[in-house]
């Protein structure tokens, strides 16, 4: 290899993936024989790889790419022009997301729930109330999903899909009394039947368990209620430390202020543990120096960083390059080592969307 296996990562991050002839005809088709990939969350798009049997990537399908998945003697393998660099393994798209599974009702049943790797991820609201300029889910109609619907389509997928932990995330709820109780129900009904034969996650922001209650005791209660609902861990993601890009980038995470952010962070710290909470910095909006500020900030109250790559959700701005996301995770990992504190996620294939190995 001309470098190591994480810059390779890197690499396909950003230049993306093309498939030889031969590999695309062993591949897994869609309903209409083309769609090898399954267009979802713009975080999770793309085709999965594992290089080397070691390091997880999501890497979108791009004709230009100079790095090609090849078919040879039975293997798979990663090169760009004559150089072999790995083999790697493919792993694509449930077949439920592939072939367009359909609930009852008619939905897709990847409304409501998809897996990735091995992770199974239950998207309760459709939609977002918040409009975070990167994010493509406040693209789609604000719905809260029944249930009903939800455990529906969880049961299809537990009877189809093997999966080791799951994530309770989508949109953000909008300020009301209603929409705080839902999810409250949501968290409550899978925490209590299924938390202690699967790890749960939740991906929310700083909130109390209603919207009369968002300070720090309001914080406290709440996150206690989750725990004792079997909740397992959380991800309340800062996502950027500059605060001029804060403003213009996720405009209602500015308003919740860092303070809070952090003062939620402690206190769910306190009670879940730190390898159970965890924060998500978006890697390529801002200078490496505000990342890396974000990365101490969190490391020094014992929260786990994650660092994820901006995937352009518009002309305007560009992903990261390869060699700007090198020097904040070299920089990540030296910080994350000062404080003794691990940078996520923990999970192997969940590190696909993510700059870390």
Same mark, same amino acid.
């Given at each position: ?13 950003? +230049? ?6 031969? *590999? ?19 975080? @999770?798009?793309?085709?999965?790889? *594992? ?76 939609? %977002? ?5 990167? *994010? ?5 109609? +604000? ?75 309001? +914080? ?11 909740? @397992? ?65 969190? *490391?020094?109250?014992? %929260? ?34 000062? +404080? ?18």
């Amino acid at each position: 290899m001309e470098k190591e296996l994480y810059e390779y990562k890197l690499d396909l991050l950003y +230049y993306g993936i093309k498939i030889d002839d031969e *590999c695309f005809k062993r591949l897994i088709k869609g309903n209409n024989n083309n769609n090898v990939c399954f267009d979802d969350y713009i975080t @999770t798009r793309g085709l999965m790889l *594992c290089l080397d049997s070691k390091i997880y990537v999501s890497t979108d399908i791009k004709e230009e790419s100079p790095y090609i998945i090849s078919f040879i003697n039975d293997d798979y393998f990663l090169r760009k022009g004559d150089l072999y660099i790995c083999n790697i393994d493919i792993l694509q798209p449930p077949e439920f997301a592939l072939y367009e599974a359909r609930l009852i009702s008619g939905d897709f049943v990847t409304n409501y729930v998809n897996v990735h790797g091995d992770r199974l991820r239950l998207q309760p609201i459709e939609g %977002c109330a918040f409009l975070c300029k990167f *994010c493509n889910l406040n693209q789609k109609k +604000y719905l809260l999903h029944r249930i009903d619907d939800l455990e529906e389509a969880f049961q299809y997928v537990l009877k189809n899909v093997k999966f080791r932990h799951i994530l309770i995330s989508g949109g953000t709820p909008l300020y009301r009394s209603e929409d705080y109780e839902y999810l409250n129900n949501v968290y409550k009904f899978f925490g209590l039947k299924y938390g202690k034969k699967f790890p749960i996650d939740i991906m929310l922001v700083p909130r109390g368990l209603d919207i009369n209650n968002n300070d720090d005791i309001g +914080y406290e209660n709440f996150l206690k209620q989750l725990k004792e609902w079997n909740i @397992t861990g959380l991800s309340v993601n800062l996502e950027l430390n500059n605060d001029k890009l804060r403003k213009e980038y996720i405009p209602n995470k500015n308003s919740l202020r860092k303070e809070n952010y952090f003062n939620f962070l402690k206190l769910a710290i306190k009670i879940f543990g730190s390898e159970n909470v965890r924060s998500c910095i978006v890697v390529g909006l801002e200078s490496v120096q505000d990342s890396l500020i974000a990365v101490e900030d969190l *490391c020094r109250i014992g %929260c786990m960083p994650v660092l994820c790559p901006y995937i352009p959700n518009d002309l305007e701005t560009k992903m990261p390059k390869p060699e700007f996301m090198k020097e904040v995770l070299i920089g990540a990992k030296a910080i994350a080592k000062k +404080y003794n504190v691990k940078l996520g996620p923990l999970c192997d294939s969940c590190k696909h969307n993510t700059i870390f190995y």
